[in-house]
T-cell receptor
Framework: DQQVKQNSPSLSVQEGRISILNCDYT??????FLWYKKYPAEGPTFLIS?????DKNEDGRFTVFLNKSAKHLSLHIVPSQPGDSAVYFC?????????FGTGTSLTVIP | DSGVTQTPKHLITATGQRVTLRCSPR?????VYWYQQSLDQGLQFLIQ???????AKGNILERFSAQQFPDLHSELNLSSLELGDSALYFC????????????FGPGTRLLVL
């Protein structure tokens, strides 16, 4: 029962361009959404989050958009840098449960 | 460095065996969460402890159990191991019982042969 889905396993983007990572969810009761970044041999690191009562949250080069009617979440990285190359997980939480997507591997090409 | 430590880093064992994974949360954090990441899968939430008490349960098998000790470190016990239990096991910690931003340890890679 995959309640949070990341349908693109990988994404390649040119340095300086925009990276857009997508995430879909099924449970309308989720009240908080997060993005984590993971490098090899390390645990996930928190990147940015958004409450279900908002539709946008921005932090420097990272912006998360939430479309509740479509049950869709996206992470925009502008401009993309080679150091952004990592696996990105979206996550959702509600009712003391935590659900993660399967991750999207982002490669930023110099 | 998130401040969350996990030991051991790697563990190789045989089917039917029992192992214990250990997690020390960040200083001051009261909540510990355990996750399993199998190959090509997302992180599956297993269980959460807050200040020594179980707070939430996810997809944790009956063969698995966990506890949180008075010094707030936590242990995840996996018994009657099967090949399919081979995975990365992460723990995460937060200050409060419902903080959404979790700080993850580096994980323990378990291989069951």
């Amino acid at each position: 029962d995959q309640q949070v889905k990341q349908n693109s396993p990988s994404l390649s983007v040119q340095e300086g361009r925009i990276s857009i990572l997508n995430c879909d969810y099924t449970n309308s009761m989720f009240d908080y959404f997060l993005w984590y970044k993971k490098y090899p041999a390390e645990g996930p690191t928190f990147l940015i989050s958004i409450s279900s009562i908002k539709d946008k949250n921005e932090d420097g080069r990272f912006t998360v958009f939430l479309n509740k009617s479509a049950k869709h979440l996206s992470l925009h990285i502008v401009p993309s840098q080679p150091g952004d190359s990592a696996v990105y997980f979206c996550a959702a939480t509600g009712s003391n449960q935590f659900y993660f997507g399967t991750g999207t591997s982002l490669t930023v090409i110099p | 460095d998130s401040g969350v430590t996990q030991t051991p880093k790697h563990l190789i064992t045989a089917t039917g065996q029992r192992v214990t994974l250990r997690c020390s949360p960040r200083s001051g954090d009261l909540s510990v969460y355990w996750y399993q990441q199998s190959l090509d899968q997302g992180l599956q939430f297993l269980i959460q402890y807050y200040n020594g008490e179980e707070r939430a349960k996810g997809n944790i098998l009956e063969r698995f159990s966990a506890q949180q000790f008075p010094d707030l470190h936590s242990e995840l016990n996996l018994s009657s191991l099967e090949l399919g239990d081979s995975a990365l096991y992460f723990c995460a910690s937060t200050r409060s019982r419902s903080s959404e931003t979790q700080y993850f340890g580096p994980g323990t890679r378990l291989l069951v042969l």
